[in-house]
């Protein structure tokens, strides 16, 4: 399912980074999982190994539940159905990607708005 047939009798250490992520990956999925959470499955990954490990979270998402914590906003919008968004430890928007996309507190802390949004809670702060 990762992909990594070609590089089976290869030892670990001579992985590149992303087949080292494919590779946790796999592991992870050895273990029959219910729910695999994901933590930055692309982070120090290159446009091709990245191209690859969206590939690959495709493919589980189709078979599994899948949570991501994943700060490539393209591969975010791209993979999933549902996202919440957190700054500095708070959910400031939760929804489907289109809604994401467009809520201006997304688009001032990820997605580069040049104003910064102000929003009311219902207690008034």
Do not use: N
């Amino acid at each position: 399912m990762v992909r990594l047939d070609t590089r089976a009798a290869d030892a670990a250490r001579t992985l590149s980074h992303g087949e080292r992520r494919q590779l946790e990956i796999a592991m992870t999925l050895a273990t029959k999982p219910d729910l695999l959470p994901l933590e930055e499955p692309l982070a120090g990954t290159g446009a091709e190994e990245a191209a690859v490990m969206i590939g690959l979270l495709r493919r589980l998402g189709e078979d599994h539940a899948v949570i991501l914590v994943e700060h490539d906003m393209d591969a975010v919008f791209e993979l999933a159905h549902s996202i919440s968004v957190m700054v500095d430890g708070a959910i400031i928007s939760s929804g489907d990607p289109a809604r994401i996309r467009a809520d201006p507190l997304v688009q001032e802390a990820y997605l580069g708005a040049t104003e910064t949004p102000q929003r009311t809670f219902a207690d008034g702060s």
